[in-house]
């Protein structure tokens, strides 16, 4: 309880802080600067200076916060991926020759690209099967809503919530389970599921696409509803048949809309971390980078030198949509 | 929307089908963590979640009052009694020996050996008679099924709560989350008031940075961070591990998107509201805290919304700047431990993780709304 006091008062500090800093730097910049009450030259002279300050009074503590907690990190992570498992010593691409002949590593891309060829793909679809369908019925709203809930759950508590529908128990007894209490009712045999070569993979990327998929739905499912009625109209009178129109004439029109969740989604599978530590921590062939780069962090004392390494490659994967991102944003500034 | 009202065909039957077999397809593993996490423990071992919501068949022995206790009745010797004792149930089955307990059917005569006859009425009362006197010092068993209505118990949130240290837990994830939503929400609407409308050298390669910092994978900054934090603490002779570093960590993740999602928003303000502001000489900071402020509560909210799911739900940041030791983990960490350590103890695991999606769940369904236009927002470019 005194705990959470001092979280609240932390927080008022901070707000207050922030709000002081503001009225503060503000102020004195008016004090310094001042424009009313001067004479025609001097009050514009002035007021042409202040204006040049004050946006980065108004940018710095952001500014600050970003270069701090984002920038220097990527540059300090590339200069420690040429260096050894305390950040002193130079090792050139020693870290990278490593990891290209790790067997952990490889099995980890791998089951990244995995994951990437999968889970975008998969999400985006339901995604859009539901949003289409949902638009037709009368409880539609509802059933969205239940759909979109578990993007509130945390990958963790997902986890534990699938790790019991995979829950096995030995055949012959009775299967708590619901997964292998299906399997066993329609006469196959129970598996243990998260152990399973290869297919525990797909296990796992089940937890992330139940998740997302509401996310998708609901982004989809706005694009879709601003579709010009004229142009379904159209298709209807020429004879189109449900599934044509929404394939060759409403799909089209929300290309963007799907790449947008496409590369979104892409980005979190890069990152997907908890999900695979909860369930399996990489065994049983389910390594994934971001769980791989975590444990080289912590193992043996920590290895910063190769696990910075492995957050570059992370990075490196990522830097096309940041690009493609960039691109987007400033196309649509220009149209401004 | 494909030709809405139009066609009333079975087509509108196989929608319905189709969405109700995705809601329970996306729900049922939901309901199932919830019920378990309210069962008896010793029954969520041994049977299915789904069996809970009908009654469950159990079977019982009674033992018969002793043969000394039998009266005459119309040239019979009979024992009478019920089975429940004085309780109430519903018996279904009973039988005379371990090996067929469900012999008969409630109501059914049963001869048993030596001319005794024994029944058992649905309500428990038994009868059992025999022409001759009975002997013996004990007396008879019954087997009986009984059906057991579903029981509920609040046993296993008690138990986590206190045993297993989770009501720490929720404190700690309270501790972390308030502050590290609240935190960068101003820091975010003046930079964004500065992005949107301010004219500066170098606005569009801040904007660029922004947007290009969205997608920075947060492992880029775990080592450097852990680094700095280190430090610091050495230099100051401080733990380096603590709420002040994980608040400022948040803030500084959090803050590409709240500066993305807010500037956007400012800058579809209407241009004519600022400008009658700035003719009547009010300066930049007025406008912000006195006009673009209010109007942007919508943003800030769906914004405040986001920080809070993901810094609740967030166990990476945790795990790396705040200890792992036991009054330290805040619950996504307590329920990993957890997982590992009582990986077959369903019902601890049920009712922590309900513990833990409980907040994240009133939040999401009290302030759907702005989830979903931040979501917007925050995705949708030139879409």
Known sequence: MQQLLFALFTMIIGVAGCAIYFIASNWALDWIFPSKGRSGAAASRNLRRSNMIRPWLFLAPALLALTVYLVYPVIESAWLSFHGKDGQQFVGLGNYRWMAGDGEFRQSIFNNFLWLLIVPAATTFFGLIIAALTDRIWWGNIAKSLIFMPMAISFVGASVIWKFVYDYRPQGTEQIGILNAIVTYFGGTPEAWITLPFWNNVFLMVILIWIQTGFAMVILSAALRGIPEETIEAAVIDGASGLQIFFKIMVPQIWATIAVVWTTITILVLKVFDIVLAMTNGQWNTQVLANLMFNWMFRGGGDFGRGATIAMIIMILVIPIMVWNIRNAAKEMEGR | ?383
């Open chain 2, 1 to 383: 929307m494909i030709g809405s009202s139009s066609r009333r065909s079975p087509l509108t039957f196989v929608v319905h089908l189709t969405v109700l077999f995705l809601v329970v397809l996306w729900t049922l593993p939901t309901a199932g963590l919830l019920i378990s996490s309210l069962r008896d423990k010793d029954q969520i071992a041994v049977s299915g979640w789904w069996t809970a919501l009908a009654p469950s068949k159990q079977n019982a022995v009674y033992r018969a009052p002793a043969p000394d206790t039998q009266v005459e009745q119309n040239g019979r010797y009979v024992i009478t009694g019920n089975v429940f004792d004085g309780g109430t149930g519903t018996v279904s089955a009973f039988g005379n020996s371990v090996q067929t307990p469900d012999e008969f059917e409630a109501g059914e005569t049963a001869t048993l050996s030596d001319g005794v006859t024994m029944t058992v009425a649905e309500n428990g009362d038994f009868t059992i008679s025999s022409a001759e006197p009975m002997k013996g010092r004990r007396g008879e068993r019954i087997f009986y099924t009984t059906s057991v209505p579903p029981q509920f118990t609040l046993d296993n949130y008690r138990e986590v709560l206190s045993a297993q240290g989770l009501g720490q837990s929720f404190i700690n994830s309270l501790t972390v989350a308030i502050p590290s939503t609240v935190i960068p929400i101003l820091i975010a609407a003046f930079a964004a008031y500065a992005l949107a409308w301010m004219k500066f050298p170098g606005r569009a390669l801040l904007i660029a940075l922004v947007v290009g910092l969205l997608v920075v994978p947060l492992q880029m900054s775990l080592i450097p961070l852990l680094r700095l934090y280190n430090d610091i603490g050495a230099q100051f002779g401080v733990s380096p591990k603590g709420y002040l570093g994980i608040w400022l960590a948040h803030t500084g993740f959090g803050l590409p998107l709240a500066i993305y999602l807010l500037r956007n928003y400012i800058a579809g303000l209407p241009r004519e509201i600022m400008e009658s502001a700035r003719v009547d000489g009010a300066s930049d900071f007025d406008i912000f805290v006195k006009i673009v402020l209010p109007l942007s509560f919508p943003a800030l909210a769906s914004f405040a919304i986001f920080q809070f799911l993901w810094t609740w739900n967030d166990l990476l940041v945790a795990l790396v700047f705040l200890g792992s030791r036991d009054d330290q983990l805040v619950l996504t960490g307590r329920l990993v431990n957890l997982l590992g350590s009582r990986g077959g103890n369903w019902e601890i695991l049920t009712a922590s993780a309900f513990i833990t999606i409980i907040v994240p769940l009133i939040v999401f369904f009290s302030l759907q709304r702005f989830l979903v236009r931040g979501l917007l927002a925050g995705s949708v470019k030139g879409g």
